[in-house]
T-cell receptor, first 113, second 113 residues
Framework: DTAVSQTPKYLVTQMGNDKSIKCEQN?????MYWYKQDSKKFLKIMFS???????INETVPNRFSPKSPDKAHLNLHINSLELGDSAVYFC??????FGYGYTFGSGTRLTVV | SQKIEQNSEALNIQEGKTATLTCNYT??????LQWYRQDPGRGPVFLLL?????KEKRKERLKVTFDTTLKQSLFHITASQPADSATYLC????????????FGQGTTLQVKP
């Protein structure tokens, strides 16, 4: 009964490739997020979707494109991968109302070689 | 510039003692402040939330204080146990329709038996 599930857990790929990470939540939450955690452990928000609509798009290269087919899914597609994209990517969801915590997935460790 | 600062050095304490972690921020006016726990290889797990008009919040052995004048939150774990060893992250939520949490870099707590 995983609340927020991401696949794959590990992803090793070569520079220049295109890859996708999938995320699904079964909590009935309205809002989903993508966060990036770098080697220094900082968690930075990348995107936020509310009911399939993009509401936050931080300063992220155009090579990153989120897609939300429905409010339970938020996928992340990355084109032309670069070495600097290596990080752990976390999907999260929340009720979208103020005053509630986020539920995070277990992360996808992306390594670009 | 906006900053959220947590002690980057690991905190080592003896089992049974109270652990106190600090979160300081500048140039933010958070409506809420949240604390999360992160274990190695896992996503952050929501622990507690405190609102700007609350001074203190408790949950079992956890206590959070929030001083908007000092721009600081303290996170306490009483009667600490080795199982409490993890990285603890504070996160600010400015409310409104920004819909995003801004995270500190976390403090690693090590509780020794």
């Amino acid at each position: 009964d995983t609340a927020v599930s991401q696949t794959p857990k590990y992803l090793v790929t070569q520079m220049g490739n295109d890859k996708s990470i999938k995320c699904e939540q079964n909590l009935g939450h309205d809002t989903m997020y993508w966060y990036k955690q770098d080697s220094k452990k900082f968690l930075k928000i990348m995107f936020s979707y509310n009911n399939k609509e993009l509401i936050i798009n931080e300063t992220v290269p155009n090579r990153f494109s989120p897609k939300s087919p429905d409010k339970a899914h938020l996928n992340l597609h990355i084109n032309s991968l670069e070495l600097g994209d290596s990080a752990v990517y976390f999907c999260a969801s929340s009720r979208g109302e103020f005053g509630y915590g986020y539920t995070f997935g277990s992360g996808t460790r992306l390594t670009v070689v | 510039s906006q900053k959220i600062e947590q002690n980057s050095e690991a905190l080592n304490i003896q089992e049974g003692k109270t652990a106190t972690l600090t979160c300081n921020y500048t140039n933010y006016s958070p409506a809420y402040l949240q604390w999360y726990r992160q274990d190695p290889g896992r996503g952050p797990v929501f622990l507690l939330l405190i609102r700007e008009n609350e001074k203190e919040k408790r949950k079992e052995r956890l206590k959070v204080t929030f001083d908007t004048t000092l721009k600081q939150s303290l996170f306490h774990i009483t009667a600490s146990q080795p199982a409490d060893s993890a990285t603890y992250l504070c996160a600010l939520d400015q409310g409104g329709n920004t819909g995003k949490l801004i995270f500190g870099q976390g403090t690693t707590l090590q509780v020794k038996p």
